[in-house]
């Protein structure tokens, strides 16, 4: 797949399910989801599951139930019970959440580190809140790591422009810029691109390598935001490759196991090109039909269960209960979030439900500056720094070149019929994957 692979600019049509009364906990519970969307609302005859394929996305727990029920039905006689139709597909904003929480574990450092290069003291500088390394709200964190590497970067584009000797204070800064046409420009970025590219271990001050090793694992998150929002399959692509193997060195070893199998699905003779491109292809939506206004499937899923939770609370009572809003409303809310829009537009009401967001320049600005001056981001200073964050790709590739692409190979890669049911019930009783294990941290 190339590096360059745009979906064309279009706008995704999408019907609400109406309420799926089951547990998905549970294999039996999975079952039951997969007849009631399928038989009982989409009203599918038995014929339509004997050549098609149907994708189903999910996180890390659904798409491990939805594999262990069909190695289960590996043996019935009908199409429709063995599930051959059915394709489980980790999904993208799962994987995005799962690592920019890896990103809070490896970078978050310690109240009494002292380091500049830490997570916690970009926190505290600019005062967020809703973080922690335990718990952290997705918005809030985001936000955090994308300003840490913002201000990392103009830390080392201070440092470069402080080299040609014509000041180094922010109008300085300024005024140098401006006299850069695009080839000068470029080239300035490239070099401080390739500040961060250096292999890590060549670093001896630890707080430097910090940063080096944040600006790494923190661009693959960026690249992957990006991939989503403008429907980049190649980019996408490449971000799945790098997190592969970033996930074999986090401790999250079911969903590095998903990242294994997801990889296989999208880049591997286990599929088609036209199956590949599907795969990816499908895990994004676009509701508005502008250009950079895509993101993902299972995101749009979580809009609609938000604004079912925000109905539920608001209209629930004694006249209204949960049966009849789930009966009579959860169906509808597409449809009046599509006449209010009209009625907005006809009226030329101008309304904007985003949430407004804070300019961080300033906050950006100043934490550069502090990088810069204090020399933490050049590895200059003499701080003492407790917290060492790992090198992901160091630690992972041991692993990955040892047995986990073996044990990997050996369960997916094998003939269904020799599936026994040892390593059925091993992979139905494993714990829903949590976002932090403190065991095999290390490992």
């Not at 390598?209 to 692509?237: E, P, S, W």
């Not at 004694?318 to 049966?323: I, R």
């Not at 590895?379 to 160091?394: C, M």
């Amino acid at each position: 797949m190339p590096v360059i692979d745009l979906l064309p600019r279009q706008k995704t049509t999408h019907s609400s399910l109406g309420a799926i009364p089951h547990d998905e906990s549970t294999n039996v519970g999975n079952l039951e989801v997969l007849s009631c969307i399928f038989k009982d609302q989409y009203k599918l005859p038995d014929e339509m599951f004997n050549e098609r394929l149907y994708l189903i996305y999910g996180d890390q727990k659904t798409t491990q139930r939805i594999r262990t029920i069909k190695s289960r039905r590996t043996k019935s006689t009908r199409a429709v019970d063995r599930l051959d139709w059915v394709l489980p597909v980790p999904a993208l904003f799962h994987l995005r959440m799962n690592y920019l929480y890896m990103l809070n574990r490896v970078h978050f450092g310690a109240l009494d580190d002292g380091s500049l290069a830490t997570l916690h003291h970009a926190m505290n500088m600019w005062t967020r809140k809703g973080i922690s390394r335990t718990n952290a709200n997705f918005h809030a964190l985001e936000q955090l790591v994308i300003h840490s590497f913002q201000s990392r970067v103009c830390a080392l584009l201070w440092n470069k422009l402080g080299d040609v000797r014509l000041g180094s204070t922010r109008e300085d800064i300024d005024r140098i810029l401006c006299t850069y046409d695009s080839v000068r420009l470029h080239s300035l970025v490239r070099e401080v691109v390739n500040c961060y590219e250096q292999e890590s271990q060549y670093i001896i001050n630890l707080e430097a390598r910090n940063h080096i090793l944040f600006l790494q694992h923190a661009q693959t998150y960026l690249l992957l935001k990006y991939a989503i929002k403008h429907a980049d399959l190649g980019l996408i692509l490449r971000a799945i490759r790098r997190s592969s193997v970033y996930f074999h060195a986090s401790g999250q070893h079911k969903y590095a196991y998903e990242i294994l199998y997801l990889l296989r699905l999208v880049c591997t003779d286990a599929s088609s090109p036209e199956l590949q491109r599907a795969v990816l292809a499908n895990g994004l939506v676009n509701t508005s039909g502008a250009e950079d206004s895509w993101f993902e499937t299972d995101r749009l899923v979580e809009f609609h269960n938000g604004t079912l939770k925000t109905l539920f609370r608001d209209r629930r009572g004694s006249a209204m209960t949960v049966q009849y809003l789930m009966e009579k409303c959860a169906l509808n809310t597409e449809f009046y979030q599509s006449l209010d829009n009209n009625i907005t537009e006809f009226l030329q009401h101008a309304a904007n439900g985003k949430h407004p967001q804070k300019d961080a320049s300033l906050d950006i600005q100043a934490m550069a500056e502090k990088l810069f001056r204090s020399g933490s981001i050049t590895g200059t200073q003499g701080n003492s720094v407790s917290h060492e964050a790992i090198d992901l790709f160091e630690v992972a590739l041991p692993r990955l070149a040892g047995d986990c692409l073996c044990k990997f190979n050996i369960k997916e890669c094998r003939d269904l019929q020799d599936i026994d049911l040892n390593d059925i019930d091993e992979e139905a009783i494993e714990d829903i994957d949590t976002f932090f294990e403190d065991k095999n941290e290390q490992d």
